[in-house]
């Protein structure tokens, strides 16, 4: 017979009410180690991590570390003297390795519901400011909820960067979240975020599964949605950065999840001004970002070389025109308003890729070969 929850339901089937409360409590009493983990949701990599990333994390606390819970590395480029928000913070192995990034005149915020993690993140905030030499703290941990930003005193358009690791999924409310995260941005910020995201609509099995939860799988969201609630929120469309597999290690888990898929995923979303939409355009990298001095992954669909010509869609145009990224290119209004001509056939618009599953299987595919003066080989662009 099955354990039963605080209001008698079964414990595998909760409520949207209780949600908030059964995530407390998996991840401030139950997950101890990443070894309690039952899917690989919260440990997936993502693409290769610039030295002075892993420079900073090798200088986090090894309690930290040992407690954070996340799908990736969220780490934007450009972060001097930045205010960077994290939500869902944890154990605050993310903000510990930003407070080196954006330096003793940036900030970060980290916002947790679970007390826990919150107090954990707390009480290594002398430790990491006298051994990263700072004079006074950078970084701050509040308890609080994500769809309630203001709750805690956060006010509108105070924040450069708004980053979040693995937890959208755990909000009931989608919306709620975006919403928030834009109003605290400042115009032309940027909302830099790792999630769990499914190929379809979930089933009623799924969403009110406790331990699905837990696992950042119950409240993945159709990857579809995304696009649909930014656009309603305000953000610019997503740019899709990365995407990795997701594998569940348990048959119970795996009997209730059926043939839906999840990938882990990492998208951008910008707060583009009405006054920045233009048409498309051509840019040229002028380098000097940290990490990233020759050459800039944008996104998937968008590399920027040092001293190369790229042509643009108006919706990037519009992204490094307004953003923090503005004085590392040369923008000049023209091209086309296609994706980038890139790689091997140049001159060629590729279509954007939007699906982090998509991305998954190009990934998986051999990689087109060019022909001929540089003409597609027989699988195209």
Not at 4 to 28: K, M, N, T
Not at 108 to 113: P, R
Not at 144 to 172: F, H, K, R, W
């Amino acid at each position: 017979m099955a354990a039963l929850c605080r209001d008698g339901a079964p414990e595998d089937q909760i409520s949207r009410d209780q949600i908030h409360h059964e995530v407390q409590d998996y991840y401030g009493r139950e997950l101890q180690k990443l070894e309690d983990l039952k899917t690989n949701a919260c440990v997936t990599p993502t693409r290769p991590v610039p030295k002075a990333v892993r420079d900073a994390l090798q200088r986090v606390h090894e309690e930290v570390v040992a407690r954070y819970y996340g799908c990736g590395l969220v780490i934007p480029e450009c972060l001097a003297s930045c205010r960077v928000l994290d939500l869902g913070s944890g154990s605050g192995r993310d903000c510990y390795m930003l407070s080196q990034l954006v330096g003793e005149q940036g900030h970060v915020t980290g916002i947790d519901m679970t007390e826990a993690q919150v107090e954990l993140a707390k009480k290594h905030i002398a430790y990491h400011m006298k051994k990263f030499g700072y004079q006074k703290p950078n970084v701050e941990f509040l308890q609080g909820y994500m769809e309630n930003l203001g709750d805690v005193g956060l006010t509108d358009e105070s924040y450069d960067i708004v980053i979040s690791n693995c937890v959208i999924n755990l909000a009931p409310d989608k919306r709620a979240v975006l919403r928030e995260a834009y109003r605290v941005l400042k115009p032309g910020g940027e909302m830099y975020f790792s999630d769990v995201y499914a190929n379809q609509h979930l089933s009623d099995a799924v969403r009110k599964h406790r331990v699905l939860w837990g696992e950042c799988l119950a409240g993945a969201l159709f990857w579809r949605d995304l696009y649909s609630i930014a656009k309603e929120v305000g953000f610019s469309p997503p740019c899709l950065v990365t995407a990795s597999p997701i594998t569940v290690s348990n048959k119970e888990l795996e009997r209730i999840i059926g043939d839906c898929c999840f990938v882990s995923a990492t998208f951008r979303l910008f707060k583009v001004p009405g006054s920045c939409q233009a048409g498309p355009g051509q840019v040229i990298y002028n380098g000097g970002i940290v990490g990233h001095e020759r050459e800039l992954v944008f996104d998937a669909n968008f590399t920027f070389k040092e001293g190369e010509v790229v042509d643009v869609d108006a919706e990037m145009a519009a992204i490094l025109r307004s953003s923090r990224f503005a004085d590392k290119f040369l923008i000049r209004a023209g091209g086309t308003d296609g994706a980038a001509p890139q790689g091997c056939c140049h001159g060629k618009m590729k279509e954007k890729i939007c699906d982090p599953f998509l991305l998954l299987h190009q990934q998986a595919a051999p990689a087109p070969a060019c022909g001929a003066a540089g003409t597609c080989g027989p699988q195209g662009c």
